[in-house]
């Protein structure tokens, strides 16, 4: 144990959560709280969106997968690109045509309350379970740094985070993301120079030792019969499928998303902070990709064995090989991801169970006590993110389940949001009936079938939108919303 690596962790967590607390006097209504006042300028959104879409899950295991395979997942990253554009001409327009707080109000100005709510519990329930595996893998780093219990290192982690975020809401969110995601790409770049000088030879030498064994392969255009097909997860066509789906949906349909681009003063703003993250995110994933391919590099030199858990990789070689200072540093860097992802969840869970539930369904109160509220909402997810945190322990590798479970979960939703936006005749018993079909799919897909994840988004957003076409023939509601376009 570094008494100056821990000095400097400690000061962090000690500094950012004093930050975030400077933003509560800012807070005066549910408008300051959820959107930040709407005067969050594009680019602190674009690389808080980068935050959010990171997370810790991004820091510790996409290491992991290049040190295990190549840098096929960029292909995933080329989809994010696809769904901007989607995002952009599609679901920006109708977000800046009201006064919206939630994603989920989209769907009661088109469809109805019921389905209002019924998508919105399904982000709070997709939510809780992704964010729990993320509160998670914030335990493997703390573990390794202190050696303490991961019940200890999950509840230290999310009270921390709870404090900045209780007091600033979504202001507090968006800028502690700013400087977060400034540490941790800052402390990614020094672990490479470090990994660097570790490797007798330096670059030169990673190339000419994984270039051969196709450690630095992007693309994988090749086609097979469908049983093969759909079940390889890293190819050309799941990644661009896939990623344009999955992103689709995360950042057009959950509220963790849409609140930010909802910050934003202007549609036109919205958009340029959208395009500006994807910018930052290809950079950033070909960072910690390449990482991985020189820790490969860095153990095959020395006849090393990799840690059993392939997602300590990253975190060992930190507390292991950089000087002291520089590992605590890094080390922030790392928990600066996971605090920023988890601060975004907690505002973005408050927001969805207030606007969404309480508030439609209570009377009229001041904007005072529905701050009040708001902040006692925040308290109970963080409550409810540790007993996930801890029951995640046991569902495997955190990267896989993270984007799994999410997948299974956006197909329906997206599905049920493009029958919003893109017909007219569909009403809101065919849409409710369509997203439930679909989610009874893709659970047994997931349970059922060897089908990859990055195939799920796909599968569950076809079905739905056809379900409900179809339903839309049996049940021939009268159309009580307006169309969303």
Not at 70 to 85: E, P, S
Not at 201 to 221: E, R, S
Not at 397 to 415: C, D, F, H, K, T
Not at 444 to 467: D, K
């Given at each position: 144990?570094?008494?100056?690596?821990?000095?400097?962790?400690?000061?962090?967590?000690?500094?950012?959560?004093?930050?975030?607390?400077r933003?509560?006097?800012?807070?005066?209504?549910?408008?300051?709280y959820?959107?930040?006042?709407?005067?969050?300028?594009w680019?602190?959104?674009a690389?808080s969106?980068?935050?959010?879409?990171?997370?810790?899950?991004?820091?510790?295991?996409t290491?992991?997968?290049?040190?295990?395979?190549?840098?096929?997942?960029?292909?995933v990253?080329?989809?994010?690109?696809?769904?901007?554009?989607?995002?952009?001409?599609?679901?920006?327009?109708?977000?800046?045509?009201?006064?919206?707080?939630?994603?989920?109000?989209?769907?009661?100005?088109?469809?109805?309350?019921?389905?209002?709510?019924l998508?919105?519990?399904?982000?709070?329930?997709?939510?809780?379970?992704?964010e729990?595996?993320?509160?998670?893998?914030i335990?493997?780093?703390?573990?390794?740094?202190?050696?303490?219990?991961?019940?200890?290192?999950?509840?230290v982690?999310?009270?921390?985070?709870?404090?900045?975020?209780?007091?600033?809401?979504?202001?507090?969110?968006?800028?502690?993301?700013?400087?977060?995601?400034i540490?941790?790409?800052?402390?990614?770049?020094?672990?490479?120079?470090?990994?660097?000088?570790?490797?007798?030879?330096?670059?030169?030498?990673?190339?000419?030792?994984?270039?051969?064994l196709?450690?630095?392969?992007?693309?994988?255009?090749?086609?097979?019969?469908?049983?093969?097909?759909?079940?390889?997860?890293?190819?050309?066509w799941?990644g661009?499928?896939?990623?344009?789906?999955?992103?689709?949906?995360?950042?057009?349909?959950?509220?963790?998303?849409?609140q930010?681009?909802?910050?934003?003063?202007?549609?036109?703003?919205?958009?340029?902070?959208?395009?500006?993250?994807?910018?930052?995110?290809?950079?950033?994933?070909?960072?910690?990709?390449?990482?991985?391919?020189?820790?490969?590099?860095?153990?095959?030199d020395?006849?090393a064995?990799?840690?059993?858990?392939?997602?300590?990789?990253?975190?060992?070689?930190?507390?292991?090989?950089?000087?002291?200072?520089?590992?605590?540093?890094?080390?922030?860097?790392?928990?600066?991801?996971?605090?920023?992802?988890?601060?975004?969840?907690?505002?973005?869970?408050?927001s969805?169970?207030?606007?969404?539930?309480?508030?439609?369904?209570?009377?009229?109160?001041?904007?005072?006590?529905?701050?009040g509220?708001?902040?006692?909402?925040?308290?109970?997810?963080?409550?409810?993110?540790?007993?996930?945190?801890?029951?995640?322990?046991?569902?495997g590798?955190v990267?896989q389940?993270?984007?799994?479970?999410?997948?299974?979960?956006?197909?329906?939703?997206?599905?049920?949001?493009?029958?919003?936006?893109?017909?007219?005749?569909?009403?809101?018993?065919?849409?409710?009936?369509?997203?439930?079909?679909?989610?009874a799919?893709?659970?047994?897909?997931?349970?059922?079938?060897?089908?990859?994840?990055?195939?799920?988004?796909?599968?569950?957003?076809?079905?739905?939108?056809a379900?409900?076409?179809?339903?839309?023939?049996?049940?021939?509601?009268?159309?009580?919303?307006?169309?969303?376009?």
């Amino acid at each position: 144990m570094r008494w100056a690596d821990l000095g400097v962790i400690v000061l962090y967590l000690a500094g950012i959560t004093w930050f975030g607390t400077r933003f509560r006097n800012s807070q005066k209504t549910l408008k300051d709280y959820f959107l930040g006042g709407r005067t969050v300028p594009w680019w602190a959104i674009a690389l808080s969106i980068v935050s959010a879409e990171t997370s810790i899950l991004t820091v510790i295991s996409t290491p992991a997968f290049s040190f295990q395979d190549n840098l096929g997942f960029l292909q995933v990253v080329f989809g994010y690109l696809l769904a901007r554009i989607v995002i952009s001409a599609l679901f920006l327009p109708a977000y800046f045509r009201g006064e919206m707080y939630t994603a989920y109000e989209l769907m009661r100005v088109r469809f109805g309350n019921r389905i209002r709510r019924l998508t919105a519990g399904t982000f709070l329930v997709l939510r809780a379970l992704a964010e729990g595996v993320r509160v998670f893998a914030i335990s493997i780093v703390i573990s390794i740094i202190l050696g303490t219990g991961e019940v200890t290192s999950i509840v230290v982690i999310v009270c921390l985070t709870l404090i900045y975020t209780y007091e600033g809401g979504l202001t507090a969110v968006i800028w502690t993301d700013v400087v977060q995601m400034i540490l941790y790409v800052i402390g990614a770049v020094l672990s490479f120079h470090v990994l660097l000088h570790e490797i007798p030879g330096g670059w030169a030498h990673v190339v000419d030792v994984a270039g051969p064994l196709g450690k630095f392969q992007v693309f994988d255009f090749r086609l097979a019969p469908p049983a093969i097909f759909f079940t390889r997860t890293y190819s050309f066509w799941a990644g661009l499928i896939g990623g344009c789906l999955l992103t689709t949906a995360s950042h057009g349909t959950e509220q963790l998303m849409v609140q930010r681009l909802l910050a934003a003063p202007t549609e036109g703003q919205s958009r340029a902070a959208l395009f500006a993250s994807w910018v930052v995110i290809v950079i950033q994933f070909t960072l910690f990709l390449v990482i991985g391919v020189c820790l490969f590099v860095l153990y095959s030199d020395n006849h090393a064995t990799p840690p059993a858990v392939k997602d300590q990789i990253y975190p060992l070689f930190i507390w292991q090989h950089l000087p002291t200072g520089v590992a605590g540093l890094v080390i922030a860097a790392i928990l600066a991801a996971a605090m920023s992802n988890l601060s975004a969840a907690l505002n973005s869970l408050a927001s969805t169970t207030v606007m969404d539930f309480l508030k439609p369904l209570s009377r009229p109160a001041s904007d005072a006590t529905w701050l009040g509220r708001a902040r006692y909402a925040t308290v109970l997810w963080g409550a409810i993110l540790v007993g996930v945190g801890l029951v995640a322990r046991h569902w495997g590798s955190v990267m896989q389940a993270g984007l799994s479970i999410a997948s299974i979960i956006y197909g329906s939703l997206l599905g049920v949001f493009l029958l919003g936006l893109l017909t007219k005749r569909v009403g809101e018993i065919a849409a409710m009936c369509a997203m439930a079909s679909g989610l009874a799919l893709m659970l047994y897909i997931r349970f059922f079938t060897p089908i990859a994840w990055t195939w799920y988004v796909l599968i569950g957003s076809s079905a739905t939108f056809a379900i409900g076409l179809a339903a839309s023939y049996v049940f021939r509601e009268k159309h009580s919303g307006t169309n969303a376009c």
